[in-house]
């Protein structure tokens, strides 16, 4: 007597191995999708303080001491200081705006740069 052997799967060993990829999916997803955003984020900080430290440099090179100048985007373009176009790693729109030098209420004497949206 000769048994015959199928190789493969049978129809409920294909459907658990679906369902179980489909739950693993299920789980993994939203978790990878809030890293990818808390990475934009970071991102977006990090563009920022590139904003505020080319300006500092800026007014070195500049001698710009004034409280309440105002140094564009692009003019920290055009003179190279950031590369351009700069994108919102969020929104992915064209950076636009101004830095502002302010004295620091925290630290008397000091100056701070802030980044202003137009």
Known sequence: ?????????????????IIIL?????VATPRFLDLL???RKESRTKVYEMIQS???VYCGDYKITAIDSE????????????????????TDEEITGF????????????????????
């Open 37 to 39: 955003e808390g990475a």
């Open 99 to 118: 830095v502002k030098i302010e004295s620091d209420p925290d630290y008397p004497g000091t100056l701070r740069y802030i980044y202003y949206e137009e």
């Open 22 to 26: 489909g739950v693993l999916i299920a």
């Open 54 to 56: 080319a300006a500092r």
């Open 71 to 90: 140094i564009t985007i692009s003019a920290l373009c055009e003179r190279e200081y950031l590369p351009c176009p700069l994108y919102d790693p969020l």
């Open 1 to 17: 007597m000769v048994i015959i052997m199928k190789k493969g799967f049978t129809l409920i060993e294909m459907l658990a191995i």
